[in-house]
């Protein structure tokens, strides 16, 4: 069992920056993938990013490819996703969840087993 808790959600400007961190229990948190989606107001939840167990692998939404970064610490059992030049479509409740394969390539919210309750981030134009 696994218990995910994001943090680092506000409000910002268009074109500023934000860095959510999602803290996970657990001594298995080094062998799962983890990933951020997202949820908009009347739009079904959506993939953001995946990084495997290990960190050396990431994967993005080509919507967020070059201005988002998924990272991990092992040792300290988080992850992270720096979003910078953020843009008002931006805005939604992200989530993080952890999938056991360790795989992070995965894209489907179908595939990860564990949620955090989300953290929402508004952007304002």
């Known amino acids: 069992q696994v218990q995910l808790v994001e943090s680092g959600g506000g409000l910002v400007q268009a074109g500023g920056s934000l860095r959510l961190s999602c803290a996970a229990s657990?001594?298995?948190?080094?062998?799962?993938?983890m990933g951020w989606f997202r949820q908009a107001p009347g739009k079904e939840r959506e993939f953001v990013a995946g990084?495997?167990?290990?960190?050396?692998?990431?994967y993005y939404a080509n919507s967020v490819k070059g201005r988002f970064t998924i990272s991990r610490d092992n040792a300290k059992n988080t992850v992270y996703l720096q979003m910078n030049s953020l843009e008002p479509k931006d805005t939604a409740v992200y989530y993080c969840?952890?999938?056991?394969?360790?795989?992070?390539?995965?894209?489907?919210?179908?595939?990860?087993?564990?949620w955090g309750q989300g953290t929402q981030v508004t952007v304002s134009s």
């Open positions: 969840a952890a999938d056991t394969s360790g795989l992070g390539s995965k894209r489907s919210e179908y595939e990860y087993q564990y």
């Open positions: 657990g001594r298995t948190f080094s062998s799962y993938a």
């Open positions: 990084i495997n167990w290990s960190g050396r692998y990431t």
